[in-house]
């Protein structure tokens, strides 16, 4: 009779320690498990955040290096222009780069992992399902290049008196142009996008593994600083002349659409037919790529952690 008692207080006890167990187990394990929703969005929503802190940092020498883009001129000329037109017009035009930057980078982000993980289940090559993504993501932020376009005729001083904002400047291209007006300069967007984009992403990834564990979160977002700003200025010097091509072919309202061939002949013969010259800027881009794509993929990595 004893026997059975201390039998049946031992299997209770046995029962009562695997449920404990059990429930402390799915207390602890719960936080893991993020909702769907926020888990398919992040992305979006980090590399949208980071353009948002990238462009209001970074717009005013963006301003500077267009003008050098723009006329061929050295950053001393450049930098009196823009003194010499006061603080009114320094921000003018930052709308369009605002929301265009925060979409793109948006878009840039969440594609690109939207398009990496089915062909990651598939069975592709790491290198060629990255290339595959950023060409994919490149291509859809093409899509957005109307605020780029917007922006291109809101920095030209030639139009500083006929355009007061940006809604303005839309609505006079949409009512007295054609659509493909907004696309102008699409050829070199598309060629600098996509693969500026793969070589991104695999690089990042390839630092990111290189670079030593850091459990300091300052440390963290220092490492995280260089190595989007190395990546960021390395590919802004490679594709400078896409973007030479991209402005003079935007500066223009109406009349035909060049080719990019064109665009480039015209250029160099304007700058004395040296190579040399089309990098007129390129200094100043590399310091603006470092800052804003550090600040880019520092801001990105702080608020994929947040959520």
Not at 51 to 72: D, E, T, V, W
Not at 73 to 81: E, R
Not at 167 to 194: C, D, S, T, V, W
Not at 243 to 268: A, P, T, W, Y
Request: hydrophobic share 40%; proline share 5%.
């Amino acid at each position: 009779m004893s026997c059975e008692c201390g039998e049946q207080e031992m299997s209770e006890r046995h029962l009562l320690d695997r449920t404990s167990v059990a429930e402390s187990h799915l207390v602890m394990s719960a936080p893991a498990h993020k909702p769907g929703s926020l888990q398919h969005w992040k992305e979006f929503m980090c590399g949208g955040g980071s353009a948002f802190c990238n462009i209001l940092i970074s717009y005013p020498l963006n301003k500077l290096i267009f003008r050098q883009m723009m006329h061929g001129v050295h950053t001393t000329f450049a930098l009196n222009q823009l003194q010499r037109e006061g603080l009114t017009y320094l921000y003018r035009g930052m709308l369009p780069p605002l929301l265009q930057k925060t979409l793109s980078m948006s878009v840039m982000f969440g594609v690109y992992d939207e398009s990496l993980q089915p062909l990651l289940r598939l069975g592709f090559d790491p290198y060629l399902a990255k290339a595959t993504s950023g060409i994919v993501a490149g291509c859809c932020e093409a899509t957005l290049m109307p605020f780029e376009r917007v922006q291109t005729l809101l920095i030209h001083p030639e139009y500083h008196y006929k355009f007061k904002n940006t809604a303005h400047a839309a609505m006079h291209i949409a009512k007295h142009y054609p659509i493909k007006e907004f696309y102008r300069g699409l050829l070199p967007i598309l060629f600098r996008n996509g693969p500026s984009n793969s070589l991104f992403f695999i690089l990042r990834d390839e630092v990111k593994a290189r670079m030593p564990q850091q459990e300091n979160n300052l440390y963290q977002g220092i490492q995280n600083f260089v190595a989007g700003a190395s990546i960021g200025a390395f590919l802004s010097t490679l594709f400078y002349p896409l973007n030479v091509i991209k402005v003079n072919m935007q500066c223009r309202l109406g009349g035909s659409h060049q080719s990019i061939f064109f665009e480039f002949k015209d250029i160099l013969s304007k700058r004395d037919f040296k190579l040399l010259n089309l990098y007129h800027g390129a200094l100043l881009n590399i310091s603006r790529a470092f800052l804003s794509w550090g600040i880019t993929n520092a801001s990105y990595e702080v608020l994929k952690k947040i959520l």
